[in-house]
């Protein structure tokens, strides 16, 4: 139904209410969602068959049960296939699920959502519930069927939703399954060897495409002062060319308005920051105007210091923030992108050389949960690169995996002998 008859519908509903470009609404709504599906289907029937070995004397096999109680689900707004997910993988594995949307996504989710009834998934398998953040949290994790929560949002929200399981702990039947994702900080690291045209393509379009609302979006890039001047320029020539406005009336565009007003003073909030400090300066863009949308064009910025809070802290919004280092102290800047930040989710590493990729992955290992070599930290494929990171991004579950399902259920083994025990005794005590 997704990939043919309600195609269309899917992907309108997530331009209309998420503010997507028509091909990030297809690489989402359908392309990324319809392979979960599949996939997850296919990883079940996988999980299925995977059986332990039976000998002579038994039979043994494995039931893969749900959970006892209901999964609560929670997703963000700038995926409507994390929604999809969020909601149809525990359910998919035998799961009752509570799923509430993001309040700025709720008309594709509710798409998906009838889709799912009308494919066939019994009534209140998924329960479709809009609403208040606080309030879903307090009652879903106050009830003694809680058994799990599978969430896509916020640290600060993630943080909350685990305290609140853990100060109910008593009242369940079981230790509930947490699986959070969280967003990240993500780098791309560009060595003297590297491609220019790579380098920059592959942050501009990171960087920037769904306006940097992507929990894998590069927000800090790393250059050598060998290379700077040259990838300066071909940043600043190609940045001219980026389009920003209503992508339902001209395809020309490369992303839209950012979400809401939250988001848009927050992003706002981080372009005075870059206007005002001495140790920044914006090379280009960061104009804000809300007058008739949350619009905010692509912000390029340099920063003397890497340790700035610009270079820290998550803003998912079209800020990209330029650290360049001298050449010669290219190994100390691995030391400091793996400690600059507590998030881990993704990164990339730009170099021809074996030996410094080699070098950049080894030392960059816990970084990032998805790492790319000469190729942007976004665009994650399901089954091709299983998403997400650790740190203080997430449980690293990896959705699109097929070790997730089994996240979401509770294995039982099953042993049955055909050779009944005839005494108590060892042999040897006879």
Not at 362 to 374: K, M
């Amino acid at each position: 139904m997704l990939s043919g008859p309600r195609r269309a519908e899917v992907l309108a509903k997530t331009m209309v209410g998420q503010g997507k470009t028509v091909i990030q609404a297809e690489i989402d709504a359908a392309a990324e969602l319809i392979d979960f599906f599949r996939f997850n289907a296919k990883y079940a029937v996988e999980l299925e068959n995977s059986q332990p070995l039976s000998v002579d004397v038994s039979t043994n096999s494995m039931v893969y049960r749900g959970l006892e109680g209901f999964v609560a689900a929670v997703s963000p707004f700038n995926f409507t296939a994390i929604g999809g997910n969020l909601a149809g993988a525990p359910a998919l594995m035998g799961n009752v699920v509570l799923w509430k949307p993001s309040d700025t996504a709720v008309l594709s989710s509710y798409a998906v959502y009838r889709i799912l009834l009308e494919a066939g998934l019994p009534p209140d398998v998924i329960q479709f519930v809009p609403a208040d953040g606080p309030v879903f949290g307090d009652a879903v994790t106050s009830s003694e069927h809680f058994c799990g929560l599978n969430f896509t949002g916020s640290v600060p929200t993630f943080k909350r939703l685990w305290k609140q399981v853990s100060e109910n702990l008593d009242r369940y039947r079981n230790f509930p399954r947490l699986a959070g994702e969280c967003g990240g900080k993500n780098f791309h690291l560009v060595h003297s060897s590297a491609d220019v045209s790579s380098v920059v393509n592959g942050t501009l379009r990171s960087a920037f495409e769904y306006g940097g609302q992507k929990c894998s979006a590069c927000s800090r890039l790393y250059a050598p002062d060998s290379l700077w001047p040259q990838i300066k320029a071909k940043l600043l020539e190609e940045h001219g060319k980026i389009k920003v406005g209503d992508p339902a009336q001209d395809f020309g565009t490369f992303f839209s308005a950012v979400i809401d007003d939250k988001s848009f003073a927050r992003i706002k909030k981080w372009i005075e920051h870059a206007k005002t400090s001495s140790n920044l300066t914006i090379l280009a863009g960061g104009g804000c105007d809300d007058s008739v949308g949350y619009f905010i064009e692509p912000c390029i910025v340099e920063s003397k210091d890497p340790k700035d809070p610009i270079m820290k802290e998550e803003i998912f919004g079209p800020v990209l923030t330029v650290y360049v280092y001298p050449e010669k102290r290219y190994k100390d800047i691995l030391e400091l992108i793996d400690t600059t930040t507590p998030y881990g989710l993704t990164g990339a590493v730009f170099a021809q050389e074996k030996s410094i990729i080699q070098e950049a992955r080894n030392r960059l290992r816990n970084a990032a949960g998805n790492f790319y070599i000469n190729d942007k930290s976004t665009g994650a494929v399901v089954a091709q690169q299983p998403f997400g990171g650790s740190r203080i991004s997430g449980t690293n579950d990896k959705p699109g995996g097929p070790h997730y399902v089994l996240r979401w259920t509770s294995p039982q083994a099953i042993k049955e002998t055909h050779v009944p025990l005839t005494d108590w005794r060892y042999a040897y005590m006879q």
